[in-house]
């Protein structure tokens, strides 16, 4: 068999520089993806060991921390005051973080601890302690604590959970989150009022009529002039101006149109039939939109 003979230089090298470049693009993409995969398993791991740390957590620590974390016959651990960096950490004068503080805590227990207002010991988790549990386990549980982080900072004074260890160095008198704030002087209503307010959705704009009649499917049901609208279901609506004062005794055009609109099955026009109009239009309509419709139908 003859193999494929090229002759000019020139392809020949053009035909290499393909070659180089469709290998440099083969690598660079085994790269990029690869790197995407290890992020996502590094995700995933996370995400594996609070999972294993929550089963680990319900077998041997919800019992007396509580299911959610919120304390029982143990201390709060789900709680503003715990986690705060002003909180917990510096009032027992711990030297390192808080996630060293949590898995020393749990590894060694306080077996020994004699004052303590809680009913019972905490006890020894770790291994090197002579507890249960292997470190990788330890750290899933610490994983799955400091996973409480974004709620508990979330709490407001009322809803911390915590309650005072009386070996505190600082006079707690009020629970966690409400003493921290007495010793910054601050009352929990004044601390709650000076938070920035949660922004108030801004309104959408008002709507125009016009826009409005064909927008609500008015104009598919409703004939009228100045709308280009031919719809046959509902009363023509251009004798409106004219005929809306006198449908209900006692009621000005205004109200008769905006109740017409608002709640269609109070008056039914002449020859039409009831529950066909959309009664929901008080909910699809800002206030002031339906105002701006009644004017503008009641203008000849
Ligand atoms: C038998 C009840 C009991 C069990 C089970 C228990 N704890 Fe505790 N835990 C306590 C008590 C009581 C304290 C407070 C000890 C003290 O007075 O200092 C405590 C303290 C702690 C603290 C320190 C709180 C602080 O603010 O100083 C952490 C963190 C903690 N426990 C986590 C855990 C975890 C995680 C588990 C499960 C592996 C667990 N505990 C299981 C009773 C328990
Ligand atoms: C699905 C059809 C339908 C749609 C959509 C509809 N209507 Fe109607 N409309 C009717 C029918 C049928 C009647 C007559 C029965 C009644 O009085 O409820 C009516 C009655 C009215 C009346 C009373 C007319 C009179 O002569 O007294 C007004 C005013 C009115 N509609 C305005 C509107 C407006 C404004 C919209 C849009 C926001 C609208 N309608 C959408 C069917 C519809």
């Known amino acids: 068999m003859q193999g494929i003979y090229i002759k000019s230089p020139i392809l020949k090298i053009l035909i290499g520089i393909l070659a180089t470049l469709i290998t440099i693009g083969a690598i660079l993409l085994v790269a990029f993806t690869e790197e ?75 077996p020994s601890k004699q004052q303590s207002q809680w009913p019972v010991r905490m006890p020894t988790w770790g291994a090197d302690y002579g507890g249960p549990y292997r470190d990788d386990q330890i750290e899933e549980i610490v994983d799955y604590v400091m996973n409480w982080r974004e709620s508990a900072l979330a709490q407001t004074p009322y809803e911390d959970p915590w309650r005072c260890f009386e070996d505190v160095p600082t006079p707690c008198d009020e629970q966690g989150f409400v003493g921290l704030l007495k010793r910054v002087g601050l009352t929990p209503e004044e601390y709650l009022a000076g938070l920035p307010a949660e922004a108030q959705p801004t309104p959408p704009p008002a709507r125009p009529a016009e826009l409005l009649f064909t927008e609500m499917g008015c104009n598919g049901c409703h004939a009228l002039t100045k709308a280009n609208a031919a719809g046959a279901v509902g009363p023509d609506l251009d004798p409106l101006p004219q005929v809306a004062g006198e449908r209900i005794p006692g009621m000005s055009p205004e109200e008769y149109v905006y109740e017409s609109i608002v709640n269609p099955d109070a008056y039914i026009v002449e020859g039409f039939p009831p529950g066909v109009m959309p009664t929901n239009y008080a909910q699809r309509m800002s206030e002031e939109e339906i105002r701006s419709l009644v004017d503008w139908l009641l203008q000849p």
């Open 36 to 110: 995407i995969r290890m992020e996502e398993q590094a995700a995933s791991w996370e995400g594996r060991s609070i999972e294993n740390g929550a089963a680990l957590y319900a077998t041997a620590c919800a019992s007396c921390h509580g299911v959610d974390g919120k304390g029982a016959s143990g201390p709060a651990l789900n709680s503003y005051y715990f986690f705060t960096d002003t909180g917990r950490i510096q009032d027992v004068e711990f030297p390192g973080s808080l996630r060293q503080y949590v898995k020393l805590t749990i590894a060694a227990g306080r």
